[in-house]
């Protein structure tokens, strides 16, 4: 019990961290790509590639950037990458702490045939895969031809997709495809970006020639970085909106909302250097809709289940058989220390209060019970629901 109960508190220093060092992380990228958009071209020194005049919190600042270099190198010299580092090594411990130390109740689909330490090391390879198949377009002519390069990635996202959707649950999916990409976004940093930065600062340093193409490697990454970061942002809050994940097609709903996000990325950045298109923001919306229409539950459906009447005692004896071993005061899962969530079903009053949790989790989702350990029936969730609605 102490050990659940530690856990959870190294859980939640973990995300704390993970959020704050993303914040800062994708922060940055979000400055500087609206920074390089906004640059003006025009009017400079012979060295000054674009200057940018800014006002914030009582102050003016003047920011220019170099063709190449300065003269002599500034004291001090400020980097951006321990936010990246950060974030991904307490995303990967978090990923641990939650999916990988309870990976038969957390990772794998609750029908998965395949043992714990499998479904870990499932994982673990796509976080190297994906990263290099990504490196390998990068280094091939394809980074240049950008419809086909996004096709490729995309059709790439959607098999990882796919495939952990019949060995993870749900969930997992969309947490395990989350980390594919932040692995990729830091080794981006860590591989490509500080080196060539690295490279700049030593030509500097030198006096030595330096060659334009490796400034636009650099770039090119970081601007790969900054279409990530929306998709990766849902996937980080994904876990607590089931109806999102949890239907038949999760892994397909994802793939769509991860190019609604990067479409919404594209338009600021359009924004940014004043050639965006109302079109663009029509079909960010249209698609929207769209997808909100299709997740939607089947009003038809209901209507006929709402036929039939369903007794508050009827659905106290299903949510103590399926939800009170982990939803009670002292609960009798030992995966749990306390409730999770701090919700509590073991009274008719306390169901009453989270009927609303219980009919998105269990009926409209069928998130819970977790993987479906309790084996809680399609008969007793329509049950649940037919309740849930008159009342």
């Given at each position: 019990m102490m050990q659940i109960y530690l856990i959870d508190w190294l859980s939640l220093a973990l995300k704390l961290l993970h959020v704050i060092a993303g914040i800062a992380w994708i922060g940055a990228s979000f400055y500087f790509n609206w920074l390089e958009n906004k640059l003006d071209r025009l009017n400079n020194r012979d060295e000054i590639a674009g200057n940018l005049w800014a006002v914030h919190g009582g102050g003016?600042?003047?920011?220019?950037?170099y063709k190449k270099y300065p003269q002599t190198l500034p004291e001090p010299l400020h980097w951006f990458k321990w936010e990246a580092y950060v974030t991904?090594?307490?995303?990967?411990?978090?990923?641990?702490?939650i999916y990988y130390f309870n990976a038969s109740t957390y990772l794998l689909a609750a029908n998965s045939s395949i043992s714990a330490a499998?479904?870990?090391?499932?994982?673990l390879v796509g976080l190297l895969l994906f990263w290099l198949i990504y490196d390998i377009l990068c280094k091939?002519?394809?980074?240049?031809?950008?419809?086909?390069?996004?096709?490729?990635?995309?059709?790439?996202?959607?098999?990882?997709a796919y495939f952990y959707s019949n060995i993870f649950n749900p969930r997992a999916v969309y947490m395990q495809i989350g980390a594919m990409v932040g692995t990729v976004m830091v080794a981006n940093v860590f591989f490509v970006i500080i080196p060539v930065q690295k490279k700049l600062v030593d030509a500097c340093e030198n006096s030595t020639e330096v060659s334009l193409e490796l400034g636009k490697t650099g770039y090119l990454r970081s601007r790969h970085n900054n279409y990530?970061?929306?998709p990766v942002l849902f996937m980080m809050i994904s876990g607590h909106y089931p109806t999102i994940y949890s239907g038949d097609y999760g892994w397909l709903v994802l793939i769509a909302v991860i190019g609604i996000l990067v479409m919404v990325r594209h338009y600021f950045n359009l924004r940014g250097?004043?050639?965006?298109?109302?079109?663009?923001?029509?079909?960010?919306?249209?698609?929207?809709?769209?997808?909100?229409?299709?997740?939607?539950?089947s009003q038809s459906k209901l209507q006929v289940q709402n036929?039939?009447?369903?007794?508050?005692?009827?659905a106290q004896v299903i949510i103590e058989k399926h939800c009170v071993s982990c939803h009670a005061a002292e609960p009798s899962n030992k995966a749990f220390a306390m409730a999770p969530n701090g919700i509590m079903l073991d009274t008719k009053d306390n169901?009453?209060?989270h009927k609303n949790q219980i009919y998105k989790q269990a009926v409209l989702s069928k998130a819970m019970p977790i993987i479906n350990t309790t084996n809680m029936t399609d008969e007793e969730r329509a049950k649940l629901g037919i309740w849930i609605e008159a009342n």
């Open positions: 003016f600042y003047h920011l220019e950037k991904w090594l307490s995303g990967i411990s978090l990923l641990s702490v499998y479904g870990v090391g499932l994982s091939s002519k394809l980074v240049t031809k950008s419809a086909i390069f996004i096709a490729i990635i995309f059709i790439v996202i959607s098999f990882f990530f970061t929306l250097v004043g050639k965006a298109k109302n079109s663009l923001i029509a079909i960010i919306v249209i698609s929207t809709l769209a997808l909100i229409y299709a997740l939607a539950p036929k039939e009447i369903v007794t508050i005692a009827e169901i009453i209060a």
